[in-house]
DNA sequence: GTTATTTGACCGGG
DNA sequence: CCCGGTCAAATAAC
């Protein structure tokens, strides 16, 4: 993930699909770590899992951002960080509020949607058009506290493919300083827009649930229609998900546990 | 008691 | 006028 400096756009695809790749089996790896008792190994592999995550976090924003991956959301994908000044000045009535086009917008799709390091705070549900699943909206849970005017839209895509795949769409970039305190090492070598991912505060922690991690665990795409399925009734389901956090657990079972040998494998060796 | 989530209303853009 | 993004009161959870 590195020397891509010179990497064509297109080149940078294949990499970008196998740092999704990477990403996505080490949030799966740590899953199972968690589930291992508690121990001085099991969170040292947490740790490393953690880091390796945040580093192929940034790897991927720094490839997304260069306009090489999932450069969509209706056309700008530059890099700005700008957005609607969200007049908010007006008062009196709520919903107020001016989305715009021009907001900088990442989408992803990935199994884990909310696990990616930040915190997130939901604050709404819509039900959307032609979607099976209703839209989730998030803001930074530190948007009160240090104005982080991140936020990410959660959404289940088709119906009940066994690990769900969720699109994500972040927007605006995580200006909170929690995270980078903790894992100053992450954002190392990101270029100008890395940025997406500092550290995980918690993510070693319990607190597991209220993270939304990874978003790049999957792959990184240019969806930019959702299905065309228009049922409505299992639409509760879709947001409450919330309630187990990391991610299926028979997807584990069946590609990762290979991995998972291999991993706790190379723990033998050091014992 | 505080904090987070749910939910319907409100709003602006297209 | 419809659709999707946001607000904030009500509710739930801790």
New binding site residues.
Partial sequence: MEGNAALSPCGDRAAIQDISRAHELMSQLQAVLLQLPAGSWSQLGQDMAKQILQLTTSALSTLQFCGCGASDDGGNSKCSGE??K???G????????????N?TLTKVTTTVPYVDGY?????????????MFP?????C?YR?GQGCPA?K?V?QQGSYADPPSFMV?Y?MKHTCKTTETIFPLVMVESSPHKASLHGGDSIGSSDL??LHLSPLSSAVTHSES?DKCSSSNEQ?QA??H??FSLMPVNTLDELDMGLMDMFMGNFDGCF
């Fill in positions: 957005l609607n969200s007049s908010e007006r008062d009196g009535h709520r919903g107020r509020k001016t989305r715009r086009k907001r915190q997130w705070r939901k604050y709404g549900q819509k039900t959307i058009n032609n979607a839209r989730c909206y998030y803001k849970s009160e936020k839209t959404q769409e927007s649930q209220d959702h509760e947001c409450q919330e309630g």
